[in-house]
């Protein structure tokens, strides 16, 4: 553990249950060193010790890795009793992973979990249908942000209109708004976002009314409606899964909002999904969205909000609680300024 704390990376070599025993028994030393850095009291300052650990654990876990060799059906793991891995690792990773080669066991154990995962599939209550999801693929798990969008789509109709649905990600809610009769296109900067956005709009039957494209926010042409909901939370990413929730200096938002006017069509709108977690923890400032509001020339026209319902929200012990259990998630109506 000391080598590993101070930078060494470990090739495990011996049976798979014991690597995986080892793997849990580094998370639990460190976990337990974390909880003494402990000692300061505002919401700001727990998130950010939160997120501190976060990345110690990210950082010093993924120092213990395993070789990776070629097989008779594909890529396996060179360690006695492991299991068959070979689809989960050609879904994560492609095919032009070089081998033989390493991989920190912790992704290897991420990929295999999101292989199981996305046989399965995540239910989607408003979309009646269970999505596909992939590694590194933000999965709609909390359904406020999709319960609002459903909601919207009942309230404000898009059938008809040329539809834009900003970082996708499985594609959730530019596939509600193809359901509802949008033309759709959708992007995401992750490949393997589009990847899985593709293939849930061919498994939904909308592939003809739902285009996905990798593109950095909005991609080409302007839009009668555009759909999006940012990484929510104002800080740094750790993970390739944590630039879906984490939106390093706010840049993401602010460019969203800086570009939304130009990629409106006349009388066109956005709707923002956004919580005000990050206002909770002191991560954003009171009246800061406002103003950012006010200097992209946008104006809100009203919208819809949901009380939290995810388990976290509810777990008293989570150090955060007392944010969590209030958060407010918003579907704003944005909308160009008269000037
Ligand atoms: C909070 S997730 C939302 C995913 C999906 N729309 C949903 O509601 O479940 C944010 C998404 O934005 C994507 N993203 C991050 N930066 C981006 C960028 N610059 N351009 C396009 N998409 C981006 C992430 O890959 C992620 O899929």
């Known amino acids: 553990m000391a080598l590993v704390r101070g930078g060494a990376a470990l090739i495990y070599r011996g049976d798979y249950r014991n690597a995986r025993q080892l793997l849990a028994a580094m998370g639990r030393r460190l976990a337990g060193r974390a909880d003494r850095l402990g000692g300061t009291r505002s919401l700001r300052d727990l998130f950010l010790e939160e997120r501190r650990k976060h990345r110690l654990e990210h950082e010093t876990l993924s120092r213990l890795a395993v070789l990776i060799e070629a097989g008779p059906s594909g890529p396996r793991v060179a360690l006695a009793k492991a299991p068959e891995v070979a689809e989960a690792l050609t879904e994560a990773l492609g095919t032009n992973f070089q081998l033989p080669g390493a991989l920190p066991l912790r992704d290897l154990l991420g990929m295999v979990g999101a292989h199981e995962w996305r046989s399965k599939g995540v239910e989607v209550l408003p979309l009646g249908a269970h999505l596909r999801t992939r590694w590194g693929v933000f999965a709609p798990v909390r359904g406020e942000h999709v319960e609002l969008v459903a909601e919207a789509v009942k309230r404000w109709p898009v059938a008809g209109k ?4 900003v970082g996708t990600g499985t594609g959730v809610l530019g596939l509600l708004l193809a359901r509802a009769g949008a033309l759709v296109t959708a992007t995401d900067i992750s490949p393997d976002a589009v990847a899985c956005a593709r293939e849930n709009a061919q498994r939904l039957a909308v592939a003809d009314r739902m285009e996905v494209v990798e593109a950095d926010l909005f991609g080409e042409g302007r839009f009668e409606l555009v759909v999006c909901n940012p990484p929510w939370l104002p800080h740094e990413a750790v993970t390739a899964l944590d630039r879906a929730v984490y939106d390093p200096g706010g840049r993401f938002l602010a460019r969203f909002l800086d570009g939304l006017a130009a990629h ?15 206002e909770r923890l002191g991560l954003r400032g009171e009246d800061e969205l406002e103003r950012q509001l006010e200097a992209a020339g946008l104006t809100v026209a009203g919208g819809i909000e949901a009380a939290p319902r995810h388990p976290r929200s509810r777990d008293a012990a989570d150090p955060l609680h007392e944010a969590r259990s209030k958060e407010v998630t918003a579907l704003r109506r944005l909308v160009v300024r008269s000037r």
């Open 264 to 278: 409106l069509a006349p009388g066109g709108e956005g709707w923002l999904i956004l919580s005000d977690l990050a």
């Open 162 to 165: 040329r539809a834009l649905d």
